[in-house]
Structure formats: C-alpha cells, structure tokens
C-alpha cells in the first residue's frame, strides 16, 4: 500500500486507540482486560470514596468477665448506647475514649453471662439499643476520603530517510506505517508497565502515575516465599469479602505471571483423575471456582515472578486526559526525512482500595 500525505494531515491528530487495542494482548494483559474509559479533565485527577462506618474490631487485651473497660483495635464501629457481642456475651457500650482507644460497658447484657475475654477476640456492633419514647439519637457523618492520581505522558518519534522509504524492504509496504505500528506497541506496553508498577510523582515537568500494586495497601499477603495454596486464595478472596468487596457484584479476576499460572494449575494435580477416553494428561486453569465465586485467572508477565493480584476490573479504569488518548500527528517531511509523532496521555483511577488485594513474596 502507498500512502500518500498531503499538506492537510501535516500537525493533525489521528487517533490510534483502536490499533492500540488490537495490538498483542499477551504484551499487555491489563490493557486488554480493563480497556480504555472516559476521560478526565485535569492534570491531577481527582475522585471521592464513600464507605460507611466499621461494624467490627478486636479487643486487644485481655479482660476478665467483670472488666468493664476493654482496649480495642479501632474505635471507629463504637458509639454510646449500642450492643455489642463477644463470643456469646452481649454487652452495652456506655461512653468512647477514642484517644485511648477504649470503651466502657455494661458486661452481661439482656442476661447473657459474662466470660473472660481472650486477647484479639473479634467483638462486634449488633444494634442501637432502642428505647420506647427516646430523644432522637445523635447522628454520625463519616467524611468522603478524597483520592487522586496524575496523568502520566506517553510519547514516541517516527522518523524515516527518504533513502529508506524508497529503497525496496522485504515484506514492507510502507516502512513509515511499519515503524509507527512498532512505536505503537512499545508505548502500549509502556502504559502498562506504568497501570502496573507506577510510582505517584510530579517534579512541576514530568509526571508518573500511580499503579495498581502501589495502590492496593490495605489486603496484602506476605507468602515469605512459600508455594502458592488454594488457603491462600481462599484467604485474599476472603479478606475483600469481608470488606464489602462482593457488596456490589463486581468482575474479579486472578493476574498472575507465568510462574504462578503454572502453579496453580498444578495445584490439583494430585487428585486429577482420567477417564479412559481420554489420551492427554495435565491440566490448565483458567478460572477458579471457590466459597466466593467463579474468577478469571489472567497470565500477566508484566507482574513481578513472586506476586499475583485479585482486583475488580469494574473499579479501575484507565482513562485519557481529554482529547489526549494515544494518536498520532505526522510532523511532515524536514530535509530528507519524514517524521511523526505518537502521544498519549493517561491516568488509572482504582477506587475503594480495601475491594482488591495482592500476594507477595510467593516462591
């Protein structure tokens, strides 16, 4: 094909999302499974997340069955004049001290009987306990945490000699669209890299966006180097459960690098059993079934080797600054050469952190 540029198309954009797109999705996984979504407007993307107040923390003390002061964890779930329940003891919280983080009960409530309390049991927030006639109770407001990210720019030069557009090149058409569809694909991978591994930071020029390792803080399992379980995924799939992670559906799935895809699809092998028409062994696993749901396990090499995550694409996005997605603008012909330009720009936006988790430190 001979492509012929004309003086209309010189500094114009021509966007090449799609062709980004339709590029090697074993290059760049987390491009493929999240796509592209709208846009945003500044620089500094900015969002709000709401979530509402704690209903569990652990007594970090130990308390004989008479104590009537206990030391928790977190005071956030606690409020006057609430049941609460340890073990099969109910009990009614009177006042907070959130400096000491400590509250104050009544022990035996509504006749359950009082027991000694073991160091980090979970104790729970049931009700309010509501009275006949009361006052209207005093109302809480949890404020809306504010979370942001930078745009981050993706940028790549094409440049062709005349000499080299006019001599023949084997299986090459056009070599300028053949050196743009390679600078395509290195910039796509370098997005990926930065969905992945980035690193907040703005020096007033350049800025980096932040990656989904770095913003999944909250449900982090260390596996100092242990082989991969089932226990083990149970266990993250558990801890975003239990932080309402499954409240809204979601679509969960495994990334994992090469190395754990074929550990865990060696995981059941031991009780892998063949009927006689069949004439291959071995297995692949390309989702798994637990307690939570069925999960999609996707092969990332862009992870690190020891790590995988469990992450919900309906809440990350990958999302251009305005009119900023990837496109290319031909710079025209300067001396003997042609020479073009591709530019993207893009933030990724993960909201409710404490909804995704991560493995680290696998063998």
């Known amino acids: 094909m001979t492509l012929i540029y004309n003086q209309d198309l010189i500094g114009k954009k021509q966007s090449v999302v799609d062709e980004i797109l339709l590029l090697n999705p074993n290059q760049t996984p987390m491009i493929n499974l999240l796509g592209f979504s709208e ?10 997340e709401d979530e509402v107040f704690a209903t569990k923390s652990t007594v970090t003390t130990a308390a004989a069955a008479d104590v009537t002061e206990l030391v ?20 009614l919280v009177q006042s907070v001290d959130p400096a000491a983080k400590k509250i104050t009960v009544v022990r035996g409530y509504s006749g359950t009987t009082p027991v000694a309390i073991k160091a980090n049991t979970e104790i729970e927030v049931l009700f309010v306990r509501g009275e006949e006639g009361a006052e ?7 404020q809306r945490q504010r979370a942001e990210n930078y745009t981050q720019i993706f940028d790549e030069s094409v440049e062709v000699s005349g000499t080299a557009e006019t001599v023949a090149q084997y299986g090459i058409s056009n070599l300028y669209e053949y050196e743009k569809a390679k600078k395509e694909l290195e910039l796509a991978l370098q ?7 980035g690193i907040m930071f703005d020096d007033g020029k350049v800025r980096q966006m932040r990656g989904i390792r770095n913003f999944i803080q909250t449900n982090v399992t260390d596996a100092a180097n242990a082989d991969i379980t089932i226990q083990m ?18 679509q969960y799935a495994f990334v994992v690098p090469a190395k754990q895809k074929r550990k865990i699809s060696d995981l059941q092998n031991d009780k892998l059993r063949l009927v006689q028409s069949e004439t291959a062994r071995g297995q692949v696993v390309d989702y798994i079934v637990n307690d939570f749901g069925k999960f999609q396990v996707v092969m990332n090499d862009n992870l690190k080797s020891d790590e995988l995550l469990f992450i919900d694409t309906n809440r990350i996005k990958i999302r251009p600054l305005g009119d900023r997605a990837f496109h290319h603008k031909l710079l025209g ?3 003997d050469r042609t020479q073009g330009m591709l530019v993207g720009e893009y933030s990724l936006e993960l909201t409710q952190e404490k909804a995704h988790a991560r493995i680290k430190g696998l063998a």
């Open 333 to 335: 012909v300067t001396g």
């Open 136 to 142: 209207a109770r005093q109302a809480r407001y949890k």
């Open 191 to 197: 997005l990926e890299k930065a969905v992945i591994n």
């Open 72 to 91: 928790v964890a977190d005071v956030e779930a606690f409020r006057g004049d609430i049941v609460v329940k340890v073990d099969e003891e109910l009990m």
């Open 39 to 48: 846009p945003v407007t500044a620089t500094t993307h900015v969002w709000y």
């Open 233 to 250: 995924l149970n266990d993250i799939s558990q801890a975003v459960y239990s932080k309402g992670g499954f409240a809204s559906g979601g």
